[in-house]
């Protein structure tokens, strides 16, 4: 089991930056490939970036692409979202996600465990 926390949202201006913190229990935080996802209201829920459990593999949705870094501390049992150039359709609440890996590289399409959630609003 892994539980995971959120934090770090808030409300910024239009070009600002936020980073996003997911911190995970358990002591096996390294084996598990991690995701950052994000819902706005009245939208379906998307996948923003997802990093594999080494920290060496990424991938981006093509709006996080250049504005956008998901990195880890494995050390801190945490992953990071470095968002940076908002813009008013960030607004969302912003998730992560976790999946047991087997193999470092690997990209999951879908997740076993999810946080809470931390609201991001980004004014115009």
């Known amino acids: 089991q892994v539980q995971l926390v959120e934090s770090g949202g808030g409300l910024v201006q239009a070009g600002g930056s936020l980073r996003l913190s997911c911190a995970a229990s358990?002591?096996?935080?390294?084996?598990?490939?991690m995701g950052w996802f994000r819902q706005a209201p009245g939208k379906e829920r998307e996948s923003v970036a997802t990093?594999?459990?080494?920290?060496?593999?990424?991938s981006y949705a093509d709006f996080a692409k250049g504005r956008f870094t998901i990195s880890r501390d494995n050390a801190k049992n945490t992953v990071y979202l470095q968002m940076n150039s908002l813009k008013p359709e960030d607004t969302a609440v912003y998730y992560c996600?976790?999946?047991?890996?087997?193999?470092?590289?690997?990209?999951?399409?879908?997740?076993?465990?999810w946080g809470q959630g931390t609201q991001v609003t980004v004014s115009s």
């Open positions: 990093l594999d459990r080494s920290g060496g593999r990424t």
């Open positions: 358990g002591r096996t935080f390294s084996s598990y490939a």
């Open positions: 996600a976790a999946i047991y890996s087997r193999t470092d590289g690997y990209i999951p399409r879908q997740y076993d465990y």
